[in-house]
């Protein structure tokens, strides 16, 4: 992108290019829902552990610790990411399987509001994945977040659907 062209589609600058938060007082509320998806790869290690729906370790359950801590990382999100709205959460779950090599991690996220869910699913995502991740590095280290990425969006201007 050269130095010339318009900021005006990057929406957290403003006129002066200089870091603002969305103003969204005058947006209407309407119910809004984000999907998003973390891939985190288990070697076989880990997965031989695999039994009954979840990885028990000595630091406990890993999938229904990774649930709670996706929950966690989503309302937290304004305090994460600088310029995030604080957002009433409506709903938030986490769902973690077990597919092929991978925990297959989709959090999904709902609001009343005037701005989008997409960040707090997001990191819902995330801290879920890496919730996974600490709770079986001591099997081993060679575990790999693969992709964390946005599946669908709903309720604003413009839906989404990746998927």
Same mark, same amino acid.
Request: hydrophobic residues 40%; glycine residues 6%.
């Given at each position: 992108?050269?130095?010339?062209?318009?900021?005006?589609?990057?929406?957290?600058?403003?006129? @002066?290019?200089?870091?603002?938060?969305?103003?969204?007082?005058?947006?209407?509320?309407?119910?809004?829902?984000?999907i998003?998806?973390?891939?985190?790869? !288990?070697?076989?290690?880990?997965?031989?552990?695999?039994?009954?729906?979840?990885?028990?370790?000595?630091?406990?359950?890993?999938? @229904?610790? #990774?649930?709670?801590?996706?929950?966690?990382?989503?309302?937290?999100?304004?305090?994460?990411?600088?310029?995030?709205?604080t957002?009433? !959460?409506?709903?938030?779950?986490?769902?973690?399987?077990?597919?092929?090599?991978?925990?297959?991690?989709?959090?999904?996220?709902?609001?009343?509001?005037?701005?989008?869910?997409?960040?707090? #699913?997001?990191?819902?995502?995330?801290?879920? #994945?890496?919730?996974?991740?600490?709770?079986?590095?001591a099997?081993?280290?060679?575990?790999?977040?693969? @992709?964390?990425?946005?599946?669908?969006?709903?309720?604003?201007? @413009?839906?989404?659907?990746?998927?």
């Amino acid at each position: 992108m050269s130095n010339t062209s318009s900021t005006s589609s990057f929406s957290h600058l403003d006129e @002066q290019n200089r870091p603002a938060m969305v103003d969204i007082s005058d947006k209407s509320s309407t119910i809004r829902v984000a999907i998003a998806e973390s891939r985190v790869y !288990l070697p076989e290690i880990i997965r031989k552990e695999f039994n009954g729906g979840d990885i028990n370790t000595r630091k406990g359950a890993v999938f @229904q610790t #990774a649930i709670i801590a996706g929950i966690m990382g989503a309302k937290k999100t304004p305090e994460l990411i600088p310029l995030c709205h604080t957002l009433l !959460l409506d709903n938030c779950s986490v769902d973690i399987q077990l597919v092929n090599e991978e925990a297959v991690i989709r959090c999904t996220v709902k609001t009343t509001g005037k701005t989008g869910v997409e960040m707090e #699913a997001l990191t819902g995502a995330t801290v879920a #994945a890496l919730t996974v991740y600490d709770m079986c590095k001591a099997f081993t280290h060679e575990m790999i977040i693969r @992709q964390t990425r946005l599946i669908s969006k709903t309720g604003g201007k @413009q839906d989404v659907v990746v998927e």
